[in-house]
């Protein structure tokens, strides 16, 4: 199994504590999702946050319906929260946030490992893709909604 990692860093204009609130909030990743997703959260709503949580949701991934859950492995406010898909389209998916003080604001880190079935046919072609086009949708939400996002590569 081939396991890619995506990782995306942008400073935020409110401090940790703030930012970690937001992306904590399972109820503001409707927010920061592609509309093109048709992304649902199932579980109900407000989801208490903490190690071992579960979250169900729907979407379509190319117009494919998909069900998607995952597991809270780490949660460590105000710096860093792990998820994990326990079940979805892909093989694995370990997706890591930390929120770190920067300049006044906050690096809001991201980084993704990841596999895909099918790797050799559909990685490259569709789906990394598919995954820097959610992450470039994500920062322009961001800024619209806190006036200042910078991306660091």
Known sequence: MTVHEFK????LPLPPEEMFLFFGNAANLDAITPPWLNFRILTPL????R???L????LRVRGLPLRWRTRINAWQPPH?????QLRGPYRQWIHEHTFTPHNGGTL???VVRYAVPFDILLHRRFVRPDIERIF???ATALKRRFGSVA???
Not at 8 to 11: A, G, L, R, V
Not at 55 to 58: L, N
Not at 80 to 84: L, Q, W
């Open 55 to 58: 979250i169900d949701y729907r």
């Open 46 to 49: 407000p989801i208490v946050m």
């Open 108 to 110: 809001a880190r991201d």
């Open 80 to 84: 860093r929260f792990v998820d994990e």
């Open 51 to 53: 190690e071992g949580t």
């Open 8 to 11: 995306s860093e942008h400073w």
């Open 136 to 138: 470039e949708f994500r």
């Open 151 to 153: 991306e660091f590569k």
